[in-house]
């Protein structure tokens, strides 16, 4: 059975720029959620999708958004970028929605560089 | 005060040696705890999921959870080299909170 799958793996932008990941959860699970990881701030919930619809969604701006497809795939964007949003951006799937006796897998992350 | 509290190590130690790796939580209410391996430039990925107070051992890997003490511990007996690894709590409250991390070197 496939992995949860990420793309692009690395990428390099400029400040200012947006970016799309992309993120295909493996197959059967419904729940599709965004992490950021930093070395200073750890693992950072972004949001969370489930049949097409955002559930729960952490504390960041107004900047990074996703979306989720028919098909349980997924897309996070991030408008406008800033340095500090370098980082590695993980995608996890699960079978349920939510957090509560659910287990979450994770993809191998997608690197983001801001220059 | 951060949900999950996790000692950011790093930690050394020889090959074979026992080691603890800890967390404390803020909320009671929290239910299940995990523990994570992830190696350099990967995911994360699950090593053990529990939602009791108590043991529960998986090989050379022991989760414990203290609720009485929003305390949750993993042993790892006989570590090898690639056990080298960060090494991520997590509990679950209306979303996963993770810990730092702890960075694990089992040296040869």
């Known amino acids: 059975k496939a992995g949860v799958t990420q793309t692009p793996r690395y990428l390099i932008k400029t400040r200012g720029q947006q970016v799309t990941l992309s993120c295909s959860p493996i197959?059967?699970?419904?729940?599709v959620s965004w992490y950021q990881q930093t070395p200073g701030q750890g693992l950072q919930f972004l949001f969370e999708y489930f049949s097409e619809t955002q559930r729960n969604k952490g504390n960041f701006p107004g900047r990074f958004s996703g979306r989720q497809f028919s098909n349980s795939r997924s897309e996070m964007n991030v408008s406008t970028l800033e340095l500090g949003d370098s980082a590695l951006y993980l995608c996890?799937?699960?079978?349920?929605?939510?957090?509560?006796?659910?287990?979450?897998?994770f993809g191998e992350g997608s690197w983001l560089t801001v220059v | 005060q951060k949900e999950v509290e996790q000692d950011p190590g790093p930690l050394s130690v020889p090959e074979g040696a026992i080691v603890s790796l800890n967390c404390t939580y803020s909320?009671?209410?929290?239910?299940?705890f995990m523990w994570y391996r992830q190696y350099s430039r990967k995911g994360p990925e699950l090593l053990m999921y529990?939602?009791?107070?108590g043991n529960k051992e998986d090989g050379r890997f022991t989760a414990q959870v203290d609720k009485s003490s929003k305390y949750i511990s993993l042993f790892i007996r006989d570590s090898q080299p690639s056990d080298s690894a960060t090494y991520l709590c997590a509990n679950t409250g209306n979303q996963f909170y993770f810990g730092t991390g702890t960075s694990l070197t089992v040296i040869p």
């Open positions: 529990t939602y009791s107070s």
């Open positions: 996890a799937s699960s079978v349920g929605q939510g957090s509560y006796g659910n287990t979450i897998y």
């Open positions: 909320n009671s209410a929290f239910q299940y």
């Open positions: 197959s059967g699970h419904r729940s």
